[in-house]
Each structure stands twice: as C-alpha cells, then as structure tokens.
C-alpha cells in the first residue's frame, strides 16, 4: 500500500512536472513578498521564558514597584571626558531628556543621578516594548541614538546606550550578518561534497534546490505565524533545512541512479525510486518531526520555542522533496548524471559492501568492539560540568552599547552593568525606619558570594536619608541639581536624588544589586553560588523583619535554566522514545529492530556527549559546558541518527526478501552506504560550518558549542553505529530481526513482482526529450 501511494506520488511529480516546479517558486516568491521574514521575529533574551513559578521570577515579580513588568529599561551614560559635568552639561541633559522622552514607545525617562566623581550621569529609559524581539528593539534603539545626535550636546560631552537592551539590539544585526556567512558556507560546502560524491555537474544543484526554495517559504510563514524564534532555532532551522533536506535528496537521487543503471527509463526510474524510498524519507521526516514535537512538553521555554517552528520546516521541507525533486529529476533526466555514467551494467561495488562483509562474517567481535569504545567515551559524561546559558548577548566590539558599557564601568558600580540583584520587601518605610535597611546592607555586603554591594546606604547615613526625604520629600520629584539658595550640599543632594534606584516610591522595597565573586554568569563557578546566595538572603530577610525577599539577575535565572533544562530532559525523554519507537515499528513491522535501534541511538548519543565533554570543557579548560547541550544533543541525535537507521533497515528488509539474511545486509550496506556517510558529512558539516561562523560573535561561544557537539554525534552516528553495530546486531539476530512479521526472511517471503502500477500515459503534446527517449 505504502509503495502504492508513493507510486502514485511519483508519478504525478514525473506528469505534472513543470506545474509542480512553478508552483513552488510561485510560493516562494509570494511567501517572500507577504510574510514577515524570520530574522524580524528573532528573540534575543535567553531566560525571559522561564515558568512563572522560578524564584529567579518571583523576585523579578517582587521588584515591580521600580519598573511596570510590560516596561524594559534601556540605559544612557553621558560622561565628561575627564572632567566634572558643568551645569551647562546639565543644562543639556535635560533637554536630552526631553528629546528621549519624545520617541515612539517611550514612556518615561528617569535621572538616576550623577556618579560619585561627578564625571557621569546615567538616564534610565522605560518603554513598553518587548525588546526581546529584534525588530522593534532594533527600532527603539535607533530613535534613541537619534535623539541623541540631534541633541547637540556640548563639546567633549558623550552620550551612549549601556545595559542588556542596547547590547541585545547592537548584537542581532552581528548575530544576522553570521546566520547569513554559515547559509553561505553551507550552500557551498554542501554543493561542493555533492559534485565529490555524486560526480555530476547538475545532481547536486538539483538536489539542493528544493532546500533553497523552502529556506524561502518556512522561514516567512512561521514569521507570518507569530511563533516565538530564538536566535538557536534560526540556526537550526537553516541547518535541517540545508543539512537534513540535502540528506533526503540524497536518499532519492542515488535510488533514481541505481534506477537508471538497472536499466529503466528516466521518467520510470524517479516513478520506482520514489516509490521505494518515500517510505524511508517520510518516516525519517516523521521520527524528526515527532522527537520536535516532544520538546512541547518542556516548561522552559527556550526549548518549547524550538517545536513548533522546526516541526513546520521539516513539514514543508518533507512536501518539497516528495515532489518538487522528483519533478526536477523528470525534467532534467539522464542529464542530471553526466559526466557519472547511468548505462545499465555501470554499477560497481564500492568498499562498503566490503566491510560490511567483514561485519556479518564476525558479528560478535564487531558489536563487542563497538560497544567497549563507545562505552568508554561515555564515561567521559562523569565528568560534565554545567553551565549557565548567558541572558542577554554582549555588546559587539566597536559598538555603540560596547562603549557606553565601559563608561557605566568605569563610573557607576561594576555592579550595575550586569547586577545580582537583592530584593527585601519591608513593612515600613526606609526613610521612616531605616535601621533594618542598613543592618540588611551590612550582612549582605559580607556575604563571602559577593565581591561588591551598591545600596541605599553608599553614600548617606540613615540618619541623613531620614533628614533628607523630611526635607525633599520623593527622592524621584527633585531637580538634578540643587536650586539656588539651597544649603543642602550638592554631594548630598546628587546622592538623594539616586536612591530611586534602590528605594521604591512607597519607600518599602529595597534593592541591593551585587557584583559576584565569580563575575561570569554563565560560569559553573557563579551557578553554585545561588543556592547559598538565596539561603543567605533568606537567613537576612529573617533577621531584619523583612516580609518578602528574592533574587533576582542573570546568574539566579541561569541557574533556574539548569534546574528546569534538566527536568525537561527527564520529562521529554521517554515520551520521545516511546513516539519513535512506534513509528519504527510501523515502518519496518516489527517489535524487535525498533529496541536494539534506539538502544544505538542511546549509545551513540551518550558517547557523543562523553567526547563533547573531553573537547568542549576538558581541553578547553572552560568552566563546563551549557547545561542545555545534553537536551539538545539527545533530541536531535535520536531523531536524526533514526533517519538513517531507517534507511539502512528498510533496505535490508527489501534485500532480505530475496536472499539469506547477511548476504542481505552485505547487499543493503553496498547501496546504503555511500547515501548514509554522504548524508552524515553533509549534515555534520552544516552543523559544523555554522558553529564556526557563530563562534566569534557575542554570545556565540555557547551555540558553537551546542552545534558541534550535535555534528559530533552525527558523524559518530552515521560512519561508527550505523555501519558497524547496527548491521553486526541484524547479523546476530537473524530471522528476529523482524519478529512478529514474516516479512524480509527469503524462505517465507518469495520474489515478488514489481508492484508498482504502470504509469500514466503522458499527454502527446508535451514531447519528450532526447536525453529521456
């Protein structure tokens, strides 16, 4: 039945061949001019999508009255270039306050003061705007640095934007410019392996060019759709559909060459190759798919964020290859070989029939081999050490955001440019009953965790805070600088005028941020803190009467990460299992392949993730690797690696119908061979590609890291498991294999006729051409 449908499925590509290939442009072009495209729907933050229920959260959540939760802050430092700021300055500032107050989406502009050596002041910018989005992040930023330059600030005065936003704006045009150089690479790269492999001039254009046009249709349509995209899926998405739809082309062009050398026709030879293969590229389309769904039932969102969009490409990349590349295939003919010759009788066997002879002659020695090397890799996992994910990208080198993050270094508090931050919720005002305030600053700054503590108390008494807010009254409501006539000290007054930043307007929430010890936040160093750092905190909202209390910033939201990515592992991993189990099951018809191939799968990916470990953290004395990279290895290994897994069995299954098992597999290995290690090179070397061209950019390390361990696995996959203990486990098995169905076992199943139905007639007016007749 299967054949049947895919039968018919070829023969309508084969018939309807130059209407299937417009409507595909048709759809690209359409989708391109239509929909939004996927770099403008990119989200940049890394921990805004945790579940409600995080710690990191609830004090996020605690520290509202500073900051509506629909606003996000930008920052802007104005510095003198070794000098005091004048009161023309100030003069100036205002109006540059002015001017940023003006510009779309901003709601309020807040003078968080002058620093300590008077040198700087720093503006917080408030927006209701999700600037975890590229676009219009991209957009507010801009309006401010436009208003800045149209300020006309005095000579040798300097306004920048500093802090996540900025950096997250500058960072996604960098980020993009990468995406672009690894589809690039990648295009070449493939294309390249493709003339190697199939040595031909056109085969590899073709094979590659329904990639090419979905990259232009799923890209705009799950913009259009309004899913969530992180910058890891953009990858990804280009990846599976460079890497993954040039594997499936793979599966059907070196059939349609088989085909040809048999003896068939053109038109005939794309009809039975599908009807062949479709099975096979369709259920690894499917298993690829299923293991992406699963990521559904992950609570961090990051990773839920993956399924959907990726799901939607496999989907569209799975129509493109069932007909798009058989039409192309129909309409170039024999032509899409040359120079490689497809005569009947040209066909040769290659070194991996060989070797697969050798395996079935010694099946044992092989699996055992197999299963002591990769079984001593994986003990390299005992060794893994996890690491935070970092929240926001840092500023490129060069930029605007990089420059104004040195001058918020150099004269704010190291800890404002990237804080931990301390949140005490007291019964009664700071300003009214500021001993508990400051008992709370004293144990906090001496907590071992902390390398430096910015506070309400920094640069007044409580005494002088109770003094102060008795005669100015709100702290947000005085002038930048003193009226005159005033007696208050402009040292004091400058000093009143920032304690917005840690005292809330009703004068009950405090913050404290803090620099830690192990600056880093994505470090293992700085995620083992948090434990200890909330306890401690805990311990001093006790002591001082303090009615709610948090820990909020990067590293506590790196560390929820961790928690959250590692129950979702234990939470996707059985259900991912179980789905692609059955549909192994349904398409080789037994109960038994399907355990000892994932069990490979399983193996494969532990080993992988061992020698991840030895590279990525070992070798390079990192602090440890992402803790998100198990999760992600394991999904895509055990989807991906499946693939081929299904490739090589089905044909097995096929052979083994007309012959004794290990001749079968002997046989199968000589045809799958060269189409299994081609597509592994091709797939790992995509991954590969973009871990290089994402490796330099701000934040990059992390997803190079998390791209080349999956091409690691790939490779181990395709050239170790799948050619070596896989077909040695069908050797020891024997007529097991395919347990409780009869079928693939020569003495039960005899030869069959081809049962593909002849095609349709061609209409006469479309005239065939020479290369077909």
Known sequence: MMHSFFAATGRFAVRFRWAVVAAWVVAAVLATLLFPSLASVVKQSNTDQLPASSPSLSAARLATPFQDPDQTPVLVVIARDGAAVTSADVTAIGRLDGRLAKVANVQQVKDLGASSDRQAVQLEVLARLNLATSGPAQQLVAGLRKAIAASALPRGLHAHLAGPAAAAADASQTNQNAVNLGKDLSALFILVLLLVVLRSLLAPLLTLAPAVLVTQVAGPVIGESGLSVSPVAQFLILILTLGAGADYGLFLVFRVREELRAGHAPHDAVTRALARVGESITFSAATVIAALLTLLLATFGWYSSLAAPLAITLAVMLLAYLTLLPALLAIVGRAAFWPSRTARGTERTGWWGRIAGRVTAHPAATLAFGLVAFGALATAVLGYRPAGLPGTPAAPGGSDSAAGNALLAAHFPAATSNPTTVVLRFREPAWDYPAPVATAQRRLAALPQFDSLAGPFDALTPGQLTTLHVALGDPAAIPAVPPPGNDIPPAAWAAYGAETQFISPDGRTVLFDAKLVA????????????????????????????????????????????????????????????????????????????????????????????????????????????????????????????????????RIREEASRMPLRQAVTRAMERTGPTVSSAGLILAGTFGVFALAVARQPGGAVFSGILASIAIGILMDAFLVRSLLVPATVALLGRWNWWPSSHGTPSQVAPAPDPIPAPDPIPAPDPIPAHDR
């Open 519 to 650: 600056n880093d936040p994505s470090s293992n160093a700085a995620l083992r803190q948090v434990p200890a750092i909330r306890a401690a905190v805990a311990a001093v909202a006790r002591a001082t009467g303090a009615t709610a209390y948090g820990v909020a910033g990067e590293v506590p939201a790196a560390y929820d990460v961790s928690q959250v990515s590692d129950a979702d592992l234990l939470r996707v991993f059985p259900v991912a299992i179980i789905l692609i189990g059955l549909l192994l099951a349904l398409v080789l018809r037994s109960l038994i392949a399907p355990l000892y191939l994932i069990a490979s799968v399983v193996i494969s990916y532990l080993a992988a993730w061992g020698l991840s470990v030895l590279i990525f953290q070992d070798a390079a004395r990192a602090g440890g690797l992402f803790n998100g990279v198990p999760f992600l290895m394991f999904v895509f290994l055990l989807a991906l690696g499946e693939d081929y897994n299904i490739l090589v069995m089905t």
